[in-house]
């Protein structure tokens, strides 16, 4: 989903004949404190450091990646050598790596300390690429439906084959023993990463209908939550794979068998971004139209349906609450009480969409991507929880 986003934003820059329009030239008001201004592209992904919160990485549609400080925007490195758009870029967990993938296949492993690269590795066409989450360990999923892991440095290699279609989505699980793959055909499949086979596999009726856009597990990792294209985000026991569901734009809901369905009034939409709140039993979900849906899991009912006036990307919830930000295609940032489904603060800047967006451990800065081709740091205000 995210390569045939960027694919598609290549194609729209080919036309471009340089000029600008006065909405591309400067937006109507600025609300972060930081620019960064290196891409020449727009710029696709955007990670912090999980350490210090102090440095981000970005890549974007000129094949490059920086790796930068928060605080000033001074450049620590360039991520050098890509062939393609730079899709991924994120931190090892321990904050002393760092990846840069392009949409290409190419992978590198950077060294933060001394800037080195040292470590590199050609797939076919890049999907997905993931840290573990307590390891020095890759996950990348592929075209080809294949999802690569490795060692770090030493390449040690492993591969598990999917069904014959795009792995588009994948998420490693707190345990980190397990993953969770979605694959262009709707399937999901749970890994065990270190026996290599699959635990199980969900299709058919209980599968979605289109490729996976998005996963999203429970701190726990118990649960896990996953959106397609088919306008679909599924409730699933990592353990027994037994699922619920959920879908676009609900407009009434019954249950059978211990299913929960929703049913939407539109058949054209699509799940862009899930995700757990960690402290009240709800999940969020975002849509293609512009719905922010939460959803309570104890009563398995729509709670909130929160409007966008465009698309939404990419949603995230604060750590220790019930706020939940999304980023959108008009280029803002959006707060949501999650509780009372009301909007509490927005966040402008950006004169073009929106591609991802981090927010650092006590969400009091977010660092966006844009079609703009700037990265930006916005700080924002606390208001009581």
């Not at 104890?298 to 939404?312: A, D, F, I």
Request: glycine fraction near 8%; proline fraction near 2%.
């Amino acid at each position: 989903r995210e390569s045939e986003c960027v694919r598609e934003r290549e194609r729209e820059s080919e036309y471009d004949d340089g000029w600008e329009t006065e909405d591309e030239m400067e937006s109507e008001q600025d609300d972060s404190e930081l620019t960064f201004s290196k891409h020449t592209g727009s710029v696709f992904c955007v990670s912090l450091d999980p350490v210090s919160n102090s440095l981000a990485v970005t890549g974007g549609e000129d094949d490059r990646a920086f790796v930068w400080s928060v605080s000033d925007g001074d450049v620590l490195f360039e991520c050098t050598g890509h062939k393609d758009s730079v899709t991924c870029a994120a931190f090892s967990c321990d904050s002393k790596l760092v990846v840069s993938a392009d949409m290409s296949g190419l992978i590198k492993v950077w060294k933060v300390e001394n800037k080195e690269e040292i470590w590199s590795f050609e797939v076919g066409d890049l999907e997905w690429l993931e840290w573990h989450p307590c390891a020095p360990v890759l996950l990348a999923g592929t075209a080809d439906g294949n999802v690569w892991m490795w060692k770090i440095p030493s390449g040690e290699c492993k591969t598990f084959q999917g069904p014959s279609c795009q792995a588009t989505s994948g998420k490693i699980l707190p345990d980190g023993k397990r993953a969770i793959v979605g694959y262009e055909d709707g399937s999901l499949r749970l890994w065990d990463l270190k026996q290599g086979n699959a635990v199980y596999v969900i299709k058919g009726h209980d599968g979605h209908q289109g490729a996976l856009t998005s996963i999203a597990c429970n701190k726990e990792g118990t649960l896990a939550l996953t959106g397609s294209v088919d306008g679909q985000a599924k409730l699933f026991n990592t353990s027994t794979g037994k699922v619920s569901r959920v879908t676009a734009v609900p407009h009434q809901c019954f249950t059978c068998d211990t299913v929960l369905l929703f049913l939407c009034e539109q058949d054209s939409n699509s799940v862009e971004s899930v995700g757990f709140c960690n402290v009240l039993p709800l999940v969020a979900v975002a849509y293609l139209d512009g719905t922010l849906a939460i959803y309570d899991m104890n009563s398995q009912s729509l709670r909130h349906r929160c409007k966008h006036e465009v698309g939404v990307v990419h949603l995230q919830w604060e750590e220790a609450s019930a706020v939940v930000y999304t980023c959108n295609l008009a280029g803002v940032v959006t707060l949501w009480d999650a509780r009372s489904g009301v909007m509490m603060s927005e966040y402008c800047g950006h004169s073009a969409e929106i591609l991802d967006f981090v927010l650092n451990r006590d969400a009091s800065v977010a660092v966006t991507a844009g079609g703009d081709h700037q990265a930006k740091v916005f700080c924002l205000q606390r208001p009581d929880r």
